[in-house]
């Protein structure tokens, strides 16, 4: 049985620091992933899609004094901070990573 694989090109938009990146497929660019902090604040990844000025369709937020990130699929502006989820490591070598939005569970492995 053959499958398909999709490949998908990171593009860094700046030269000098990581915090705006294209996501592109065949040449194309499909998502945009922007970068943005509070001076005090723990960093937030946007995830937009139509231009880097797009709307945002996920988020990530990494926790301050520890591992681990919050995630929440949807415009987090528009959302309460209970909405977001908890990233929580789902296997023992700490290799796969899962959290569970709208009843349904998603989960990655690195």
Request: some cysteine.
């Amino acid at each position: 049985m053959n499958s398909i694989i999709k490949t998908y090109d990171i593009i860094n938009q700046n030269t000098f620091r990581a915090k705006h990146f294209e996501v592109r497929q065949n040449g194309t660019p499909i998502l945009w992933i922007n970068t943005k902090s509070e001076f005090f604040g723990p960093p937030q990844i946007n995830i937009q899609t139509q231009s880097s000025n797009g709307p945002i369709i996920a988020a990530a937020k990494l926790k301050t004094m520890s591992s681990g990130c919050r995630v929440i699929v949807g415009n987090p502006d528009a959302t309460s901070k209970e909405q977001w989820n908890d990233v929580t490591s789902e296997s023992f070598t700490g290799k796969a990573f899962g959290f569970s939005c709208g009843g349904r569970r998603f989960l990655w492995k690195r």
